[in-house]
C-alpha cells in the first residue's frame, strides 16, 4: 500500500525512500510542509547535492530529516539555526535550509533565531508553528494562542504567542513570510524567494497538529483546523489597517520583508579578503 | 580553505606570518598559535574570561590564513556551529570556562555520537558557579568526564606550560582527527595568562594529522561503520553529494535513526567505547620524572605539575626518593601505567588546585598498602614548591 503511493507521488525522487514511511500522524501539517518544499526545489531546479537541511527535535524538525534527500544534519533541541550557521560558513555556494517546529527555534532557540536574522546570515528558515510542543505530547508553547488548553494550561493559557515573524523581521531579516497550510501555492512560492533571497529568510507555516492541539481546542478533524486557518487569515494589506483589537486571534499572512541587506558569510569572505590584501598575503 | 591539498600554499603562508622563535605570550595565545598550526580554520566562541584571549587571538589571526572567526550569541550556539562547520571538513574549534563548559556539555555529547572531530578548550576557572571567576582552578576534571549525559567516551589533554599548550593544542587536534571524536583541552586560568617564552617552531616541525575521508561510494555509505576495523569510520562531509544523515539519535551504520532495536544501541554505543579503547597509542601520554627508583610519587596535572616538579627536585636534593608522574591525557587515565608506578611506591601525593578529583583515578589503580594522600588548595592561587614540599617532607 505505502509502496503504491509512493510510486505515484510525482517527487518521490526528492525523498529518502529507505527512511518512509514518515513517522507524522495521519492529517499532520508535515506532510504539506514536505510537499511544498520538494515542490519549490523542483520548481527551482535545484540539484539536492547543493543543499544541506539541518533540523532541531520535534515532530516538525523531522519533516525534512531524515525524509528529504540531501545533507541532512538532525541536531539538538533549539540549536538547529546555530549549526546551520556552521555548515553555511564552511559551504558558502550550498543552500543551507532548517526545517523545525515553534517551540524548536522560537522557544528553546529563539535567541538563535534572532540572532541569525540580526546577522542576515544566508540561511532558509521554514519555521513549522503548530501552537504546541507536538512531540512531546502537547504542553503549552510560546506560540500557543491566549485561553488555549493544552496538556499544562489544563485550565487554560494565561501566556501571550510570540509573534514570530514579526519578531524576525525586526531583527533583520532579509526575507519574512507567514503563510497556513491551506494555503500551499502562496506557501510554496514564497519558500522559492526564500531559497532564493540572499541573507536570512524564514517562512512561517501555521501548521496543523490535530492530534495534540486540534482535539484539545474543538478541532478534532484535520479539516476543521485548516478551515479555522482559512477563516482566521488576515492578508498583510488588510491587517494594517486593523486595530489591535480586531487581530486578537487572527493569523496575518503574506510577505513581511523581502529586502537586500549584506550577508554574513559574504561579509565574513570580504573581511577576509581584505585582511589579506593589508598583510600582503594575496596570493600566498 | 582547508590545509588538506593545499599544504605548499598553507607552509608558505604560515612561515611568512610566523616566524620560528621565542616569544613572550599569554598560555591562552599558545593555545590559539597551536591550533592555527593544527590546520584550525573555524573558531565560534563567546566571551569568557580566562578565555577570551584565545577568541582574541583567533579572531586576529584566522583571516590571514583564510580562516574563519565567529562570535556567537552564547556557548551553546559556539559549539553548534563548530559541529557544523566541522561536517564541512574545516578544523573547528571552540574555547571557554566553567559556565560556558557546562552550556556545551549537550552538544558536546552530541558530538561524540555523532563522532565530529572538534576541539574545545576549557580553561578551567573557579567554580562551583561564578565562583572566583577570573581566577584559576583545576575544578573541571570530572566535568570533561562526564559533564555529558549518557554513557560515552571522552578524551581529555591536559598541557602543563604555555610551550606544552602551543603542542598539546595541536596534539588535540590530531587526535580528533585520527579518531573522529571530540577532544577536550583542560587548560586553566593560571597557564591562560601567564605570560612566558614559547618557541614557534617551523611548520615543518609540526605534525599534522586528517580526518580519514571515504575512499569510495561503499564507504560513504556508511558513516557510521568500521570498515577498517579500527572503530573509526570514513567521514562522509557535507557538500560532496553523498546525501549523508547524521542524527544524534542511536542510529545505524547507514546514519538513519533506530531507537527501537536494543543491538542497534548496544553496537553504536560499544564501538564508540571501543574506538577509544583500541586506539590508545593515539592519545596516551604522560610524563614521568625520577620513578624509577622512587619511595614517593607525585601524581600531578596542568598547571599544578610545575610546582610538583620543583617540589621533587628539592626533595631529591634533600636525598628522599620521590618521583612525579604527570598524566598529559587525563582521559581516559593512564590507569596501566599507574598501576605499575603503584607497585613501587609506599606513598602517593596527588596535588591539583581542587579538592580531590584526580586523586579518585589514582585510587581505582593502587593497592590499600600505598597510603595516598591529596595535596589540594582552591582559592585562586596556585599551589607552591613550599607546598607540595612539605607535604612529600610529612611521608618521607
Ligand atoms: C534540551 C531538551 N529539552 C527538552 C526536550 C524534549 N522535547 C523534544 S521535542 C520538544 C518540543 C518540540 O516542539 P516543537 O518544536 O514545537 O515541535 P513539534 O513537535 O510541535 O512539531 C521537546 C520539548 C529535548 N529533546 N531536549
Ligand atoms: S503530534 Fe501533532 S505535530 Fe506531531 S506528528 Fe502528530 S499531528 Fe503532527
Ligand atoms: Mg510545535
Known amino acids: 500500500m505505502a509502496k503504491e503511493i509512493y510510486s505515484k507521488y510525482p517527487l518521490i525522487k526528492y525523498l529518502r525512500r529507505e527512511a518512509l514511511p514518515t513517522a507524522l500522524c495521519p492529517g499532520c501539517g508535515g506532510g504539506t510542509v514536505l510537499n511544498a518544499f520538494a515542490n519549490a526545489v523542483d520548481g527551482l531546479k535545484i540539484d539536492p547535492r547543493d543543499l544541506v537541511v539541518v533540523s532541531g527535535i520535534g515532530c516538525s524538525a523531522w519533516i525534512a530529516s531524515p525524509y528529504f534527500l540531501a545533507d541532512t544534519l538532525h541536531t539538538t533541541h533549539g540549536r538547529a539555526i546555530a549549526f546551520a550557521t556552521g555548515v553555511k560558513v564552511g559551504l558558502p555556494d550550498k543552500k543551507v535550509v532548517v526545517i523545525s517546529g515553534d517551540g524548536d527555534l522560537a522557544g528553546i532557540g529563539g535567541n538563535h533565531l534572532i540572532h541569525a536574522a540580526r546577522r542576515n546570515v544566508d540561511i532558509t528558515v521554514i519555521l513549522v508553528n503548530n501552537f504546541i510542543y507536538g512531540m512531546t505530547g502537547g504542553q503549552v508553547a510560546p506560540t500557543t494562542p491566549f485561553g488555549a488548553i493544552t496538556t499544562t494550561t489544563p485550565y487554560r493559557n494565561i501566556e501571550h504567542p510570540l509573534q514570530i515573524s514579526e519578531t524576525v523581521a525586526a531583527a533583520g531579516a532579509s526575507y519574512v513570510a507567514r503563510w497556513t497550510t491551506a494555503h500551499v501555492y502562496q506557501l510554496i512560492e514564497s519558500i522559492k524567494k526564500a531559497l532564493t533571497v540572499k541573507g536570512f529568510s524564514l517562512v512561517e507555516v501555521i501548521s496543523q497538529c490535530p492530534v495534540q492541539f486540534g482535539r484539545r481546542n474543538r478541532m478534532k478533524e484535520p479539516a476543521e483546523m485548516l478551515r479555522w486557518f482559512l477563516r482566521n487569515s488576515v492578508p498583510l494589506a488588510k491587517a494594517k489597517k486593523m486595530k489591535p483589537e480586531e487581530l486578537e486571534g487572527k493569523f496575518v499572512i503574506g510577505e513581511f520583508v523581502n529586502r537586500e541587506r549584506p550577508e554574513f558569510t559574504d561579509e565574513l569572505n570580504k573581511l577576509i579578503d581584505e585582511v589579506q590584501e593589508h598583510f600582503g598575503l594575496k596570493g600566498e | ?396
Open chain 2, 1 to 396: 580553505m582547508i590545509i588538506h591539498g593545499d599544504e605548499p600554499g598553507q607552509i608558505r603562508l604560515i612561515r611568512k606570518l610566523y616566524r620560528p622563535g621565542n616569544y613572550f605570550m599569554q598560555g591562552d595565545e599558545a593555545v590559539s598559535y597551536g591550533a592555527i598550526f593544527a590546520g584550525c580554520r573555524f573558531y565560534a566562541g563567546y566571551p569568557i574570561t580566562p578565555a577570551s584571549e584565545i577568541a582574541e587571538t583567533m579572531a586576529r589571526e584566522l583571516p590571514k590564513v583564510s580562516g574563519y572567526y565567529i562570535q556567537m550569541e552564547d556557548e551553546i550556539g559556539s559549539i553548534a556551529a563548530v559541529v557544523g562547520a566541522s561536517w564541512t571538513g574545516l578544523k573547528s574549534m571552540t574555547a571557554t570556562s566553567g559556565p560556558g563548559f557546562s552550556l556545551m556539555q549537550e552538544n558536546l555529547g552530541y558530538a561524540v555520537m555523532t563522532e565530529t572531530p572538534l576541539v574545545l578548550v576549557d580553561v578551567q576557572r573557579s567554580g562551583p558557579s561564578t565562583g572566583q571567576a577570573t581566577k584559576g582552578a583545576q575544578g573541571d576534571f570530572f566535568q570533561a568526564r562526564w559533564g555529558t549525559h549518557g554513557d560515552h567516551p571522552i578524551i581529555a589533554v591536559s598541557p602543563t606550560s604555555g610551550q606544552d599548550a602551543f603542542w598539546e593544542t595541536i596534539r588535540a587536534f590530531n587526535i580528533a582527527e585520527r579518531l573522529r571524536t571530540p577532544v577536550v583541552v583542560l587548560f586553566d586560568g593560571v597557564l591562560a595568562h601567564t605570560r612566558e617564552l614559547v618557541r614557534i617552531p617551523d611548520i615543518e616541525e609540526v605534525e599534522i594529522a586528517y580526518r580519514k575521508l571515504p575512499a569510495n561510494e561503499e564507504e560513504a555509505k556508511l558513516p557510521f561503520g568500521d570498515p577498517h576495523g579500527d572503530g573509526v569510520p570514513p567521514m562522509p562531509l557535507f557538500g560532496h553529494g553523498y546525501f549523508t544523515h547524521v542524527t544524534g539519535s542511536t542510529h545505524k551504520e547507514n546514519g538513519l535513526r533506530d531507537v527501537y532495536t536494543p543491538g542497534v544501541h548496544d553496537k553504536l554505543v560499544r564501538r564508540l567505547h571501543r574506538k577509544i579503547e583500541q586506539n590508545k597509542s593515539v592519545y596516551e601520554k604522560y610524563e614521568e620524572h625520577f620513578s624509577d627508583d622512587a619511595e614517593i610519587l607525585v601524581v600531578s596535572w596542568g598547571v599544578t605539575a610545575r610546582p610538583a616538579l620543583g617540589a621533587v627536585l628539592r626533595a631529591r636534593e634533600e636525598g628522599i626518593k620521590v618521583g612525579l608522574f604527570v598524566p598529559k591525557t587525563v582521559h581516559p587515565f593512564p590507569g596501566e601505567r599507574m598501576r605499575k608506578l603503584g607497585k613501587r611506591v609506599r606513598a602517593i601525593l596527588v596535588s591539583e588546585m581542587n579538592l580531590g578529583q584526580m586523586i579518585l583515578e589514582v585510587e581505582r589503580y593502587v593497592n590499600d598498602d600505598v597510603a595516598l594522600k591529596g595535596v589540594n588548595k582552591i582559592g585562586g592561587v596556585p599551589l607552591t614548591v613550599e607546598e607540595i614540599l612539605r607535604e612529600i617532607r610529612g611521608v618521607a
